[in-house]
């Protein structure tokens, strides 16, 4: 029997005792899992140093803040989304319980990634958690400082038997995929993302793929390009690169290729020193494998900037190549690292059929000052998410569904979307042993006339409407008794007299109120 067969028959029996339903008790792992974060900053920032050569500031910006940020969340609304939610009705339905109640889906497998080794890989953990899940975490072993701080410090922290850490390279992943999973959470590349959904499919599990693709970024000739060129740099080489929503290409007309270079070689000075390669908050290549990969794309290609390396350091400088076409190889994969090509089109139209011809991407990014022309590209294209005039930043609103489409993944998280997505959204009916006469049209013998009766009973009812409906009528009931009041009184010449339309008027500002809210 292997260690991961028992890992997951471990969680499997501690999930079913039931302790993960309570609130309270979801509640108490979330604020453990904070205080893992707080108190194991150092080790947190040493492991990621050491995998990735991020600097402190930069690992607590990039991996612990959002994290912190969405267990914050779940704790504050999770009897909010936990909640019964109720749903419009049909007249058969009126006097009945009709809700959703969400429920834990049970035992989860989280196969991180290594380019964010924490957030990445624990954002996940929190929206598992906070639905009631219990989970076996699979961190990257490419990560392999992080991955081993999380095997020897989270296990203090979570319950060890609902949510165990598995290391390990491809075997143990996939001992872990062979066996059943109720969901399985992937971040990565298509390619394994592929084999991932081969494994699920013979349990038919559920899975969320977050993977990755090419996303473009258009710049129109008429924004602030020195505005647009900033923001790129920044989200094109911030981890040198290997975020998996970074720009991957610019697009951009002929006339504007030269200025979009220069201003962002300005920016990589600005942001990187004249020498990138001993700036602290320049990161490296995450091994020689990828280093070597990235070498390989930019064959066949014009530096304009950058382009210098070292080997031994897996050290790339970041890098604009120019004049690339869609033939080039550095057009043929994701690119991951720290190279930004730029492909010359014709305008928008080029640039939207240039993307459309391809597998939709995780992000679109496109800067313009022209709304008309973000709202082109909306309706046009199809992608995870698009972002105008920023990088990245989507990435940070948890009310934003994070995911892919097509060969970019399904499924999503953040926030509520993460709850959501590891919940089962169960459908809630509960009628009364009452009113058979009204029941009994769908009874046979079936006839025209019941059907009649079925047509009008089953129309959904709104019942926030309805409401405001017999609100309205109320309200016009309330008047009319206030004016007939009034009128008699008036004829009383013991009481002053007082004018009808006061009635009217106060009618109509009722009904306006009621209207507006």
């Known amino acids: 029997m292997s260690r991961e067969l028992l890992v997951v028959q471990r969680a499997r029996k501690s999930f079913q005792t039931g302790k993960t339903k309570p609130l309270e008790y979801r509640i108490h792992q979330l604020k453990n899992l904070l205080r893992f974060l707080s108190e194991r900053r150092s080790d947190i920032a040493d492991a990621v140093k050491r995998d990735l050569g991020k600097s402190a500031h930069g690992t607590e910006l990039f991996e612990t803040l959002g994290l912190e940020g969405e267990i914050n969340l779940a704790i504050e609304k999770l009897a909010e989304w936990a909640a019964p939610r109720p749903v419009e009705k049909s007249l ?216 210098n390396s070292d080997e031994s350091q897996c050290y790339i400088a970041p890098t604009v190549l120019k004049d690339v076409t869609e033939e080039s190889e550095v057009m043929k994969e994701e690119i991951f690292g720290p190279l930004l090509p730029i492909i010359t089109v014709s305008g928008v139209d080029e640039a939207i059929q240039f993307i459309n011809e391809r597998e939709k991407p995780l992000v679109i990014y496109i800067f313009s000052h022209d709304n008309k022309l973000i709202k082109k590209v909306i309706a046009e294209t199809s992608s995870g998410a698009l972002l105008a005039n920023d990088c990245l930043v989507h990435y940070t609103v948890s009310a934003l569904p994070f995911g892919g489409v097509g060969n970019s993944g399904m499924g999503c998280y953040h926030g509520r979307h993460s709850f959501d997505q590891l919940s089962h959204l169960r459908s809630c009916l509960i009628k009364q042993l009452k009113m058979e006469g009204v029941n009994s049209m769908r009874y046979p013998p079936h006839t025209a006339k019941k059907l009649g009766w079925a047509r009008f009973l089953l129309k959904q009812v709104n019942m926030c409407r309805l409401r405001r409906m017999a609100l309205l009528a109320t309200l016009a009931s309330v008047a009319s008794v206030a004016a007939f009041v009034v009128q008699a009184f008036s004829f009383c010449p013991l009481l002053p007299v007082v004018d009808v339309n006061i009635a009217c008027y106060y009618f109509i500002f009722c009904v306006h109120l009621l209207v507006y809210f």
């Open 92 to 307: 058969l339905t009126i006097f009945d319980e009709v809700y959703i109640q969400p429920e834990p889906l049970g035992v989860m497998l989280i196969i991180g990634t290594w380019n964010y080794p924490w957030a990445i890989t624990l954002q996940p953990l929190v929206g598992a958690i906070a639905a009631g899940n219990a989970a076996v975490i699979k961190p990257s072993e490419v990560s392999s400082h992080s991955a081993k701080v999380m095997e020897e410090l989270l296990p203090q922290y979570l319950d060890k038997d609902l949510y165990p850490v598995v290391t390990g390279g491809v075997p143990e992943t996939q001992e872990l995929l062979k066996q059943r999973f109720d969901h399985i959470f992937y971040t990565g590349s298509s390619t394994v993302g592929k084999l991932v959904m081969a494994a699920a499919a013979p349990h038919l599990t559920p899975v969320t793929l977050e993977l990755g693709g090419k996303s473009p970024c258009y710049i129109d000739k008429n924004c602030d390009i020195r505005v647009a060129c900033r923001r790129i740099t920044w989200g094109k080489f911030v981890n040198c690169g290997q975020t998996c929503i970074a720009p991957d290409f610019i697009l951009c007309e002929p006339s504007i290729q030269s200025q979009v270079v220069e201003e962002i070689k300005k920016c990589i000075k600005e942001f990187y020193t004249d020498n990138p390669e001993t700036f602290e908050d320049y990161g490296r290549i995450i091994n020689q494998r990828h280093f070597k990969r990235l070498m390989a794309l930019m064959e066949g290609s014009t530096v304009a900037v950058g382009g």
